[in-house]
């Protein structure tokens, strides 16, 4: 292998995660210009709501009852040698609401809803069916992008919320039946420890996680190419992709919340 080629490819692989970002930076300008558009139709927008929101509520409230419980179970085999067992509320709240609501959250969505946005766009490119949308004259930002990603960045408060009245729920369940937790006690740790604001910090990562995996499954969807094997492809990029994108905006998040806490 001489100079030239190994240059050239080296080249290649530095250029291919700048092109990425500066496409992906431009295909989202594209998409909030189709947000902000008054003429989008609402019909869609439910559509995506119902979709994102009430079809994901089942795996949520399912998925907060075993996280709760099993942090209840956790915690209080360790807040029963300090003879704090009354902490376990508070201790699943504060979790739940800043940290594993919305990313368990996050995942459990993207891995639904964010692959099917992903596979449905895909396929309409395969079979070139946005193309004729443009020859129609009709936007596919506008059509296509811009509901999924409001309807994912509105719902996925909501869930998270769900998530964690749910995890709490569970983790009292376990507090009161195996640890034999005052309910009344129980509530005030929780009133003590956990404040709204660790909700509200919650609920703006779901909101920045919501729109993380909406943005790069519509864009896979849009770039992929290669019939049937090309949307499965893309589709795959489309979760592993909002997977590490969601957990280094965590991080970013959560020191920046931090660091204007303090």
């Known amino acids: 292998m001489n100079t030239t080629t190994v240059i050239s490819k080296f080249g290649k692989i530095t250029l291919f995660p700048i092109n990425s970002l500066q496409s992906f930076s431009t295909f989202c300008k594209s998409a909030f210009m189709g947000m902000i558009n008054p003429t989008i139709k609402m019909r869609l927008l439910f559509q995506q709501l119902e979709f994102v929101g009430n079809q994901s509520f089942g795996i949520i409230l399912l998925a907060g009852s075993m996280v709760g419980a099993i942090f209840g179970i956790q915690l209080g085999i360790i807040f029963k040698i300090f003879g704090a067992e009354s902490m376990i509320g508070a201790a699943a709240g504060f979790g739940l609401s800043r940290e594993l609501a919305p990313v368990i959250g996050g995942f459990l969505v993207t891995g639904r809803a964010g692959s099917a946005m992903a596979a449905e766009l895909g396929t309409m490119r395969v079979n070139e069916q946005i193309d004729a949308m443009r020859v129609m004259a009709v936007n596919p930002y506008n059509y296509l992008v811009a509901p999924r990603v409001i309807a994912a960045i509105l719902m996925m408060p909501i869930l998270v919320i769900f998530f964690v009245v749910s995890g709490v729920l569970a983790s009292f369940i376990i507090a009161s039946t195996f640890y034999q937790v005052d309910t009344a006690e129980f509530l005030a740790k929780i009133q003590?420890?956990?404040a709204p604001k660790d909700l509200f910090d919650g609920c703006v990562k779901?909101?920045?996680?919501?729109?993380?995996?909406?943005?790069?499954?519509?864009?896979?969807?849009?770039?992929?190419?290669?019939g049937a094997k090309g949307v499965g492809e893309a589709t795959t990029?489309?979760?592993v992709i909002s997977y590490v994108a969601i957990l280094s905006a965590d991080y970013f998040i959560t020191y920046l919340q931090f660091y204007i806490s303090s």
């Not at 909406?214 to 969807?221: A, D, K, P, R, V």
């Open 237 to 239: 990029k489309a979760v």
């Open 192 to 194: 003590w420890v956990v």
């Open 206 to 226: 779901a909101t920045v996680f919501g729109f993380i995996f909406s943005t790069i499954g519509c864009y896979q969807g849009f770039n992929a190419s290669g």
